[in-house]
């Protein structure tokens, strides 16, 4: 009996040079094996990815599915969905991530979207899949009165599932979170170029991607994790890390690794099987972590960091000043940043210390407080790597408004970009404007001065020339010692205003930008 076949799209996002393994369809993927026929689509990779996805459509498909992330690639999402739309109106269409699960309304009120799955997707979806042949085509997407189906009652039950009746949008109930130990293994042979995922970086020159767990117990305001998952937390076991690891070295030759967890380390006691088993890999990795949980570890645990061969830790250190990170609800203190920074030379591991700067509350203020801060935890640990970017509001879910005895879904809610800032955009074409790119993407704030914008930049800049990163692979040795000589004076002197030169001599050496390059 030939199963119905599923098209699951990963929108174009980056360039080429930057692709990673697109693990969210590859989840999907891993749910959909053995139940239903399916095929991938990656427009990072595939040049044509309307083409490919318009002769998927051939094969009369049961639905096609998006997955869709806040800034650079709504815009594809929404090309590819309408090409969909318009050739093969009968086939319904989804689209799941973050984006409609932060905004959902935005992302369903378009003629181009039937269904919105919020959330964890692999169970909404199988479930969404087993009930669309007694639902019907959509019907009369591009109308006021537009419906997701011509027979709604079975949708109704699907938890996790945002659709249209009639024009009215329906949030169905909130979907209960569960862990990856029932999951399966990543599908890595539907990839139609596996080889081209493999990417080189600075630790490896075949760096594959995994995520060992799904969540964070915090709740930190700048953050789309806490909208997910709203501080539900759950590791992969540490036998099925071994399996991937396994797979990823053996059968496809990887010989480095990046960790998409949303927070590697959630204590000490759940770290140390999982660095047991990376040790035993012996592959060079990197990942998310936490100034304050790695502050706590033991110094038997950092022998077990570097010989399991850690080589970066991408760490929110987000503000010079207790107080900004108690606004931000951010869980951490200043010293941990500091000892942490201390720790990381010791122990032979680079921090890459990421910062949100310039809250609604003081911008111009906090932000030179951290300036200076950055400068402090250079003087400890000359190597640690500095990634900038602007506080952005992410939408929170509140409790208080939820009736203990509802099965209402507790949505996400943002209704204005920070205090007295602009409402938020109510379409996904909206999403797409510059100044929604750039909030979203950490790139601006509405209460951002020009002056502090540039102020900020231009730091950067000499920051980056002064230290250049170990992550830059390719710009040669020769060019490196020239910018670190043009940038010395300013950085010692604090004169980062119109670095003139540095602009002039980065024409001729265009060295890398990890928050712009990925790694």
């Known amino acids: 009996m030939k199963r119905s076949k599923v098209v699951l799209v990963n929108p174009r996002m980056c360039r080429p040079h930057s692709v990673r393994l697109p693990l969210s369809v590859l989840a999907l993927g891993a749910a959909l094996e053995e139940i239903y026929d399916y095929e991938i689509i990656d427009g990072n990779l595939d040049v ?9 459509l051939q094969e009369d ?85 537009s419906s997701s189906a011509t027979s709604p009652e079975p949708l109704r039950t699907v938890a996790g599932l ?27 042979h539907r990839l139609r170029n596996l080889d081209a995922y493999l990417r080189p970086s600075f630790m490896g020159t075949r760096t594959a991607v995994h995520q060992a767990s799904v969540g964070c117990r915090y709740h930190c305001t700048f953050c789309g994790v806490v909208s997910m998952f709203n501080g539900f937390t759950s590791p992969e076991p540490a036998q099925h890390l071994n399996q991937a690891l396994d797979t990823l070295k053996n059968r496809y030759f990887a010989n480095a690794l990046q960790f998409y967890d949303h927070n590697f380390f959630d204590s000490e006691r759940a770290a140390i099987p999982v660095l047991d088993v990376l040790a035993s890999a012996e592959m060079p990795w990197w990942c998310y972590a936490r100034a304050d949980t790695l502050a706590r570890f033991s110094r038997n645990t950092w022998a077990l960091l570097r010989k399991s061969r850690l080589t970066m830790a991408y760490i929110g250190a987000e503000a010079g000043s207790d107080e900004v990170l108690k606004r931000m609800r951010k869980g951490s203190r200043v010293e941990h940043t500091l000892e942490v920074a201390r720790l990381c ?20 203020g906090e932000i030179e407080k951290t300036l200076e801060f950055i400068r402090r935890i250079k003087r400890i640990n000359a190597g640690c790597e500095v990634i900038l970017y602007f506080y952005s509001p992410t939408p929170q879910r509140d409790r208080a408004v ?20 602009p409402d938020l955009p109510s379409t996904p074409e909206e999403w797409t404007q510059p100044q929604w790119i750039n909030y979203v993407c950490h790139q601006d704030a509405p209460w951002l001065s020009p002056r502090i914008r540039q102020r900020v930049k231009d730091f950067a800049k000499v920051v980056s020339c002064r230290f250049p990163t170990v992550q830059d692979y390719s710009t040669p040795r020769w060019g490196k010692s020239l910018l670190r000589g043009l940038a010395s004076w300013r950085y010692s002197t604090r004169s980062y205003g119109k670095p003139w030169e540095l602009d002039l001599a980065r024409k001729y050496i265009p060295i890398r930008e990890p928050q712009r390059d990925s790694m």
């Open 345 to 364: 030379k010791e122990y032979g591991i680079i921090p890459e210390f990421s910062f949100v700067l310039g809250g609604p509350e003081d911008p111009e």
């Open 402 to 421: 939820r009736n203990p005895a509802s099965s209402a879904p507790l949505l996400p809610v943002l209704n204005s970009y920070g205090p007295n800032g």
């Open 48 to 56: 044509d990815a309307r083409a490919s996805i318009l002769t998927s």
């Open 162 to 188: 945002t659709w249209k009746d009639r024009g009215e949008i329906i949030h169905n109930p909130d979907r209960k979170l569960r862990g990856p130990q029932g999951a399966g293994p990543y599908p890595y």
């Open 61 to 145: 498909p049961v639905l096609v599915a998006f997955t869709v992330m806040p800034g650079p690639q709504i815009a594809p999402a929404i090309d590819l969905a309408s090409a969909v739309r318009s050739a093969r109106p009968d086939i319904p269409i989804v689209w799941g991530g973050y984006f409609p699960t932060l905004y959902p309304d935005a992302a369903i009120n378009a003629p181009y979207v039937d269904y919105v799955v919020r959330g964890q997707g692999e169970e909404t979806f199988l479930d969404l899949l087993a009930r669309l042949p007694d639902c019907g085509s959509p019907l009369a997407s591009d109308s006021p009165d």
